[in-house]
């Protein structure tokens, strides 16, 4: 069964991109799921009742050093999740999937997450951004991440310098704790060797691959999203 009309949506993009407050303002504009599969596999992977699982302890590890989490794993968890989805004949937004070439695509006894996103949505229904910043804007944005003391809310590096509160509740704004550089490069490094080899093979498999810039405010860069949504 196809949810026809409903949109499958993908953002691609370094650490610090602002993928996931892209892929927020797409959830609200178009009443989609959005699947921020860091949080999701973090939700797993720190739930206190899994912590004696031997794969959830080799995952955790993973995830404190900054690489990325199994891919079979992710695969399974996500692939589960996103069927749910496509039951419920709703729309889905991801921010941090497929991060492989495994997740995206599978093998013979697999089915990736995008021959289950194209018999669900439809192809012409999915829809691929890649939030393009140089490494040097990620490693400064990377560096200065922070978040409201109070609701937690993420503050843009862009945005922080115009801001001494928070935007939404008026909290004070304190550095993130969980940046540690050496993590940091990690993961800036298994996003390029690791994820960006996905991008080839979606063009070439005739994907509505997008890149965008992303260095522009939030706002600008979803009016451009918005435009190649058509
Ligand atoms: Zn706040």
Redesign the pocket.
């Known amino acids: 069964m196809k949810n026809s009309g409903n949109k499958a949506i993908i953002v691609y993009g370094a650490p610090g991109s602002g993928k996931g407050t892209q892929a927020k303002f797409l959830a609200d504009k178009f009443n989609l799921y959005h699947f921020d599969t860091g949080d999701y596999l973090r939700k797993i992977i720190y739930d206190p009742l899994l912590q004696k699982n031997k794969i959830i302890q080799r995952e955790r590890k993973l995830n404190e050093s900054g690489i990325l989490q199994t891919p079979e794993f992710v695969l399974k968890v996500v692939s589960q999740r996103t069927k749910e989805i496509i039951k419920l004949n709703q729309g889905i937004v991801y921010s941090g999937s497929p991060r492989t070439l495994f997740e995206a695509f599978g093998n013979n006894k697999n089915k990736g997450l995008m021959e289950i996103l194209v018999k669900g949505y439809g192809k012409k229904n999915v829809f691929i951004f890649n939030l393009d910043i140089p490494e040097k804007e990620a490693i400064k944005r990377n560096s200065k991440r922070s978040i ?6 993420p503050i843009l590096g862009i945005a922080k310098d115009k801001l001494s ?7 004070k ?1 304190i550095r993130r704790v969980d940046d540690n550089p050496e993590i940091m490069k990690t993961r800036l490094k298994e996003y390029s060797q690791r994820t960006k080899p996905i991008f080839a093979k979606l063009k070439k498999g005739n994907y509505k691959f997008y890149k965008i810039n992303g260095e522009p405010m939030p706002y600008k860069i979803h009016q451009t999203i918005l435009k190649k949504l058509g």
Do not use: N
């Open positions: 409201c003391s109070v609701c937690k809310a509160s928070c935007a939404f509740c008026g909290g704004i």
